[in-house]
């Protein structure tokens, strides 16, 4: 397993005290904050290849295009992995756990505030919700990773996630 924790929590705290616009030009003043290097600018997908020591040192940088609700250049996510595996091992899901749990009581430590929120299934993970930052961390089957997300891109996602929501449970009603 390939783990670096100090360059990750490194990463959340610029994150966290960048001056975020969420347009795809703050993508080389971030990658400047954090010693990333910017890749494919202008693309829906520009890379930020980080320092961090894992197998996928590259992040996934999501920007909207038409016909998104948003306005064309909005930065929506950037999704970095602090933990991953190379190979197929039967005793990394234990592992990655113990890397989750130390990980996020040092991002606790970091941003000074309690997660606002958590989940378990299918996934596990807790979230930071700042006025200019939504700060997830997560633990899967292969990786412990960190989304950094636009907070109106997060408010929008809750809401789709509340609709979808509510018309099953109105299906299940009329059943």
């Known amino acids: ?62 920007i909207s295009e038409p016909p998104a609700p948003f306005p064309l250049g909005q930065l929506n996510e950037i999704i970095f992995d602090v933990a991953d595996y190379l190979v197929d091992d039967p005793d990394r899901k234990p592992a990655l756990n113990a890397v989750f749990d130390e990980f996020v009581q040092r991002v606790f430590e970091t941003v000074r505030q309690r997660p606002t929120g958590w989940w378990v299934e299918p996934t596990r993970g807790l979230r930071w919700e700042f006025p200019d930052l939504v700060l997830e961390v997560t633990v899967g089957d292969q990786s412990v990773w960190v989304t950094l997300t636009n907070p109106a891109y997060h408010r929008w996602n809750e809401e789709i996630a509340r609709i979808v929501e509510q018309q099953q449970e109105d299906e299940e009603d009329d059943d």
């Open 1 to 62: 397993m390939n783990v670096d924790m100090d360059r990750a929590v490194a990463a959340v705290r610029a994150a966290n005290e960048f001056a975020w616009s969420w347009t795809a030009e703050d993508l080389p003043a971030f990658a400047a904050s954090t010693g990333w290097r910017l890749e494919d600018v202008g693309k829906r997908y520009p890379r930020l290849v980080t320092d961090i020591e894992v197998n996928r040192p590259d992040t996934m940088t999501f």
